[in-house]
Protein backbone atom coordinates (compact mmCIF):
# COMPACT_ATOMS: atom_id res chain seq x y z
CA UNK A 1 0.00 0.00 0.00
CA UNK A 2 2.66 2.46 0.97
CA UNK A 3 4.29 1.86 -2.66
CA UNK A 4 0.99 2.97 -3.98
CA UNK A 5 0.91 5.68 -2.25
CA UNK A 6 4.60 6.65 -2.80
CA UNK A 7 3.80 6.13 -6.95
CA UNK A 8 1.01 8.68 -6.25
CA UNK A 9 2.87 11.25 -4.60
CA UNK A 10 5.79 11.39 -7.03
CA UNK A 11 3.09 11.34 -9.75
CA UNK A 12 1.56 14.45 -8.29
CA UNK A 13 4.22 16.79 -7.83
CA UNK A 14 5.66 15.81 -10.75
CA UNK A 15 3.08 17.80 -12.46
CA UNK A 16 3.97 20.59 -15.20
CA UNK A 17 2.08 23.05 -13.78
CA UNK A 18 3.32 24.91 -10.71
CA UNK A 19 0.58 25.74 -9.60
CA UNK A 20 -0.57 22.02 -9.54
CA UNK A 21 2.39 21.02 -8.12
CA UNK A 22 2.55 23.42 -5.20
CA UNK A 23 -1.76 22.31 -4.76
CA UNK A 24 -1.18 18.45 -4.61
CA UNK A 25 2.38 18.56 -3.17
CA UNK A 26 0.66 20.86 -0.24
CA UNK A 27 -2.38 18.24 0.41
CA UNK A 28 0.66 15.70 0.31
CA UNK A 29 2.30 17.26 2.78
CA UNK A 30 -0.88 17.90 4.85
CA UNK A 31 -2.12 14.10 5.08
CA UNK A 32 1.04 13.22 6.02
CA UNK A 33 0.94 15.49 8.85
CA UNK A 34 -2.26 14.20 10.04
CA UNK A 35 -0.59 10.40 9.87
CA UNK A 36 1.79 11.56 11.90
CA UNK A 37 -0.67 13.27 14.51
CA UNK A 38 -3.19 10.26 14.88
CA UNK A 39 0.05 8.24 15.69
CA UNK A 40 1.93 10.96 17.98
CA UNK A 41 -0.94 12.66 20.32
CA UNK A 42 -1.90 10.71 22.74
CA UNK A 43 -5.50 10.60 22.14
CA UNK A 44 -6.30 11.51 18.70
CA UNK A 45 -9.84 9.98 18.40
CA UNK A 46 -10.74 12.79 20.59
CA UNK A 47 -9.74 15.55 17.92
CA UNK A 48 -10.74 16.67 14.76
CA UNK A 49 -7.40 17.68 12.71
CA UNK A 50 -9.46 18.25 9.92
CA UNK A 51 -10.44 21.35 11.31
CA UNK A 52 -6.71 22.52 12.49
CA UNK A 53 -5.05 24.78 9.92
CA UNK A 54 -2.00 23.62 7.95
CA UNK A 55 -0.16 26.01 10.60
CA UNK A 56 -1.57 24.47 13.31
CA UNK A 57 -1.10 20.90 12.82
CA UNK A 58 2.65 21.67 11.60
CA UNK A 59 3.33 23.13 14.91
CA UNK A 60 1.43 20.23 16.32
CA UNK A 61 3.94 18.04 14.67
CA UNK A 62 6.93 19.82 15.72
CA UNK A 63 5.47 20.35 19.45
CA UNK A 64 5.26 16.44 19.70
CA UNK A 65 8.86 15.36 17.90
CA UNK A 66 7.40 15.06 14.23
CA UNK A 67 9.36 17.74 12.54
CA UNK A 68 12.58 19.34 13.47
CA UNK A 69 12.35 23.03 14.66
CA UNK A 70 14.26 24.60 12.27
CA UNK A 71 12.61 22.70 9.27
CA UNK A 72 8.93 24.74 10.59
CA UNK A 73 10.06 27.76 8.66
CA UNK A 74 10.01 25.82 5.21
CA UNK A 75 6.65 23.97 5.57
CA UNK A 76 4.68 27.19 6.62
CA UNK A 77 6.83 28.54 3.78
CA UNK A 78 5.04 25.96 1.47
CA UNK A 79 1.64 27.00 3.14
CA UNK A 80 1.84 30.44 1.92
CA UNK A 81 2.69 29.73 -1.44
CA UNK A 82 -0.29 27.57 -1.46
CA UNK A 83 -2.67 30.43 -0.02
CA UNK A 84 -1.31 32.98 -1.99
CA UNK A 85 -2.71 30.47 -5.20
CA UNK A 86 -5.98 28.95 -3.84
CA UNK A 87 -7.66 32.56 -2.68
CA UNK A 88 -6.85 34.46 -5.34
CA UNK A 89 -7.96 33.70 -8.94
CA UNK A 90 -5.36 36.40 -10.57
CA UNK A 91 -2.22 35.09 -8.18
CA UNK A 92 0.32 33.08 -10.22
CA UNK A 93 3.51 30.87 -8.71
CA UNK A 94 7.05 32.35 -9.77
CA UNK A 95 10.74 31.39 -9.41
CA UNK A 96 10.96 33.94 -6.40
CA UNK A 97 8.51 31.93 -4.78
CA UNK A 98 10.94 28.55 -5.21
CA UNK A 99 13.98 31.19 -4.46
CA UNK A 100 12.03 32.32 -1.23
CA UNK A 101 11.23 28.51 -0.21
CA UNK A 102 14.56 27.65 -0.43
CA UNK A 103 15.56 30.62 1.66
CA UNK A 104 13.24 28.68 4.70
CA UNK A 105 14.90 25.90 4.03
CA UNK A 106 16.74 24.11 7.22
CA UNK A 107 20.44 23.05 6.53
CA UNK A 108 19.02 19.42 6.58
CA UNK A 109 16.38 20.13 4.28
CA UNK A 110 18.45 22.08 1.70
CA UNK A 111 20.66 19.08 1.62
CA UNK A 112 18.43 16.05 1.36
CA UNK A 113 16.57 18.61 -1.19
CA UNK A 114 19.45 18.56 -3.15
CA UNK A 115 18.77 22.34 -4.00
CA UNK A 116 22.47 23.11 -4.10
CA UNK A 117 23.41 20.06 -6.80
CA UNK A 118 24.04 21.50 -9.94
CA UNK A 119 21.84 18.85 -11.38
CA UNK A 120 19.02 20.26 -9.72
CA UNK A 121 19.82 24.14 -9.24
CA UNK A 122 20.74 24.50 -12.53
CA UNK A 123 17.59 23.32 -14.05
CA UNK A 124 14.68 26.04 -14.46
CA UNK A 125 11.68 26.37 -12.44
CA UNK A 126 10.23 24.37 -10.83
CA UNK A 127 12.24 21.72 -10.85
CA UNK A 128 13.85 22.71 -7.76
CA UNK A 129 10.21 23.10 -5.97
CA UNK A 130 9.57 19.37 -7.09
CA UNK A 131 12.93 18.11 -5.33
CA UNK A 132 11.94 20.38 -1.89
CA UNK A 133 8.33 18.63 -1.85
CA UNK A 134 9.77 15.33 -2.43
CA UNK A 135 12.53 15.97 0.63
CA UNK A 136 9.46 16.96 2.58
CA UNK A 137 7.36 14.45 2.45
CA UNK A 138 10.10 11.89 2.44
CA UNK A 139 11.10 13.50 5.93
CA UNK A 140 7.71 13.55 6.95
CA UNK A 141 6.86 9.62 6.24
CA UNK A 142 10.94 8.85 7.86
CA UNK A 143 9.86 10.50 10.75
CA UNK A 144 7.00 8.89 11.12
CA UNK A 145 8.64 5.27 10.77
CA UNK A 146 11.06 6.46 13.46
CA UNK A 147 8.69 7.32 15.81
CA UNK A 148 6.56 4.11 15.61
CA UNK A 149 9.68 2.05 15.71
CA UNK A 150 10.97 4.28 19.18
CA UNK A 151 7.56 3.21 20.28
CA UNK A 152 7.83 -0.37 20.05
CA UNK A 153 11.38 -0.18 20.94
CA UNK A 154 9.71 1.37 24.14
CA UNK A 155 7.55 -1.23 24.59
CA UNK A 156 9.66 -4.00 24.30
CA UNK A 157 11.44 -2.50 27.18
CA UNK A 158 9.05 -2.32 29.30
CA UNK A 159 8.15 -5.32 28.97
CA UNK A 160 11.90 -6.78 29.27
CA UNK A 161 11.15 -4.32 32.64
CA UNK A 162 8.21 -6.26 33.50
CA UNK A 163 9.90 -9.77 33.01
CA UNK A 164 12.90 -8.87 34.76
CA UNK A 165 11.25 -7.73 38.11
CA UNK A 166 8.33 -10.66 38.13
CA UNK A 167 11.93 -12.70 37.96
CA UNK A 168 13.53 -11.04 40.86
CA UNK A 169 10.19 -11.42 42.87
CA UNK A 170 9.49 -14.96 41.95
CA UNK A 171 13.17 -15.50 43.20
CA UNK A 172 12.75 -13.49 46.48
CA UNK A 173 9.60 -14.97 47.26
CA UNK A 174 11.54 -18.62 46.89
CA UNK A 175 14.32 -17.55 48.79
CA UNK A 176 11.80 -16.59 51.82
CA UNK A 177 9.85 -19.98 51.42
CA UNK A 178 13.38 -21.40 51.68
CA UNK A 179 14.45 -19.45 54.30
CA UNK A 180 11.59 -20.13 55.92
CA UNK A 181 11.78 -23.94 55.58
CA UNK A 182 14.94 -23.33 56.82
CA UNK A 183 14.25 -21.69 60.00
CA UNK A 184 11.56 -24.27 60.89
CA UNK A 185 13.12 -26.78 60.52
CA UNK A 186 16.60 -25.60 62.34
CA UNK A 187 13.75 -24.91 65.45
CA UNK A 188 12.46 -28.72 64.71
CA UNK A 189 15.63 -29.68 65.62
CA UNK A 190 16.94 -27.04 68.22
CA UNK A 191 13.21 -28.24 70.34
CA UNK A 192 14.18 -31.75 69.57
CA UNK A 193 17.33 -31.63 71.34
CA UNK A 194 16.04 -30.35 74.13
Known amino acids: MAEAKGSKWLTDINAESPLEL ?44 GLEGDDVAAYLKLNSMRNKVAHRLDAALSSEDEVALINCLSASLRHSSMVDDPSVSSKSWPYSLRHIMAAMIIRLEHRHKELLRAREDQRALMA ?27 ASEVSGQT
Not at 161 to 185: G, I, Y
Open 22 to 65: VMRGHLWIESRLIDLLHDIVPFPDRIDFDRFTFPQKVALVAAHG
Open 160 to 186: EVRRVTHELRTEREQREVARSATSKAT
